[in-house]
């Protein structure tokens, strides 16, 4: 064990811990859920860290054999050397103070140890004074969350919704000459072909990503170097615009400097806007999984216009049985991401004054919602949408059958006269093209030509 002191008195810690006696302060007061920050948001913190060291180390702040000892500290930080050594739980001190002393501790404490020196020693180097110097949590949590976060979306998110649309788009094309019964307010419609269904599908999640990207690009303005409150207080005058070219050079993003330092640390707008793409996308991809479903639906008492892969029994009981599980799954990632932005639009609104005080649970969420959304995609993908297979002769058999079909006499005969036909067929149990030609409406020639349901989808 060691002893250490902060503000409030003296802390017993492990020695074989890096972390110091604030964070031991914050794991036992907020023993809440277990939950921690993630890999990505500890990576973002160090970036933020190395990139400070750096900015005060050019502009002659600190010691070069102090700020070499901070970089590779921060170094390791960013590789996920020291992931164990954060600890705080997730529902912890307002603002994330307690996550960015967790930060602050572990790389003074492994960069006292680089220099030779005993964990605990501020002597050497200092959490507050060196490792935050020119920062506060108020800057550099919400600059952690927007860099974990950018980079969360390019790097998982971004290629997981392209990988979809590009599984369903190859679909849209393999079925393309399949032609099956529309439905509307789950009712008969007019024909479509099975390809344009899905070509439906792969534009709505097109849509989604340019939404996803616009939002994305609010993540670039950061406020870190507007300290406590955004008027850089203890900051030398250089060091906002040099830390952001530090963080430039080591994420290879071209991140910039908030517009107005005090809005960039009263509000993360730029949170709650990519929690409302998230939002958005979930909607989309329950709709396609719902349809899925649908269409999958069976084998014998369902649509069963396509199959899904069998990835698994679906009963415990029922010998034999499959169930669209791939679809399921998603929906429940889904839901938790509709969830997850409820939890993220209260917390945004709760900014007061010069401060919002829970962008932890805003961080852990939004980061949460980019994990569940790529691996559930990726996995919808890979073991669903692209096994799809159609059946063409049971799409064709409810195409012909569909009593819409009479939507094509409209202007032939008229709304009225037309609805007469369709009213007939489903009476008789006939199709419409057969009641046309019994009533004389139609020669079989011309209702061949007109009612063709092929011709009926359009281009």
């Not at 969360?152 to 094309?173: E, F, I």
């Not at 955004?230 to 080591?250: C, D, L, M, W, Y």
């Not at 793409?277 to 369902?302: E, F, H, Q």
Request: proline share 4%; glycine share 8%.
């Amino acid at each position: 064990m060691r002893i250490e002191k902060d503000t409030l008195g003296q802390v017993k810690l492990p020695d074989n811990v890096y972390y110091g006696a604030q964070t031991k302060r914050a794991v036992d007061n907020f023993p809440v859920s277990g939950l921690r920050l993630s890999r990505r948001f500890i990576k973002a913190q160090g970036t933020v860290k190395l990139a400070s060291a750096r900015a005060n180390g050019s502009l002659g702040l600190i010691p070069k054999k102090v700020l070499k000892a901070i970089e590779k500290a921060a170094l390791e930080v960013i590789r996920g050397t020291h992931d164990r050594h954060f600890v705080v739980d997730v529902y912890q001190a307002g603002a994330g103070t307690s996550q960015n002393m967790n930060a602050n501790e572990v790389i003074a404490n492994r960069a006292i140890e680089i220099l030779g020196g005993e964990k605990g020693d501020y002597t050497l180097i200092h959490p507050n004074d060196h490792v935050n110097m020119a920062q506060s949590t108020n800057d550099t949590i919400p600059t952690s969350m927007y860099i974990s976060s950018y980079e969360g979306v390019r790097d998982d998110l971004a290629p997981a919704l392209n990988g979809l649309k590009d599984a369903l788009k190859k679909k849209s094309r393999a079925f393309d000459k399949i032609i099956k019964s529309g439905r509307t307010h789950m009712q008969d419609a007019v024909p479509i072909r099975l390809g344009q269904e899905f070509g439906g599908y792969a534009e709505s999640l097109h849509n989604d990503m340019g939404r996803l990207q616009h939002a994305a690009r609010a993540l670039l303005n950061l406020p870190v170097g507007g300290n406590a409150l955004g008027t850089g207080i203890n900051a030398h005058p250089g060091f906002r615009r040099s830390v952001i070219r530090e963080i430039q050079k080591i994420t290879g993003v071209k991140f910039k400097s908030s517009r107005n330092l005090f809005e960039g640390i009263q509000n993360v707008y730029p949170a709650l806007e990519l929690s409302a793409s998230l939002r958005g996308i979930a909607v989309t991809l329950i709709k396609i999984a719902n349809d899925i479903r649908l269409l999958s639906s069976g084998p014998r008492t369902g649509f069963a216009e396509i199959s899904l892969p069998a990835v698994q029994p679906g009963s415990s009981i029922m010998p034999g049985k499959v169930n669209p599980v791939m679809a399921e799954m998603l929906n429940m990632v889904c839901f938790q991401v509709m969830g997850n932005d409820t939890a993220v639009s209260f917390a945004t609104q709760a900014s007061q004054l010069e401060l919002n005080v829970m962008m932890p649970m805003i961080a852990h969420n939004l980061l949460f919602s980019i994990e569940i959304l790529s691996n559930g995609i990726n996995a919808f993908t890979h073991k669903c949408i692209e096994g799809i297979e159609a059946d063409a002769g049971r799409c064709k058999n409810y195409a012909e059958a569909t009593l819409a079909m009479a939507t094509a006499l409209n202007p032939l005969i008229g709304y009225s006269a037309a609805a007469g036909i369709s009213r007939e067929a489903y009476k008789s149990g006939k199709a419409v093209k057969q009641v046309a030609i019994e009533q004389g409406i139609l020669n079989e020639k011309n209702a061949d030509k007109l009612l063709d349901p092929i011709k009926l989808t359009g281009k």
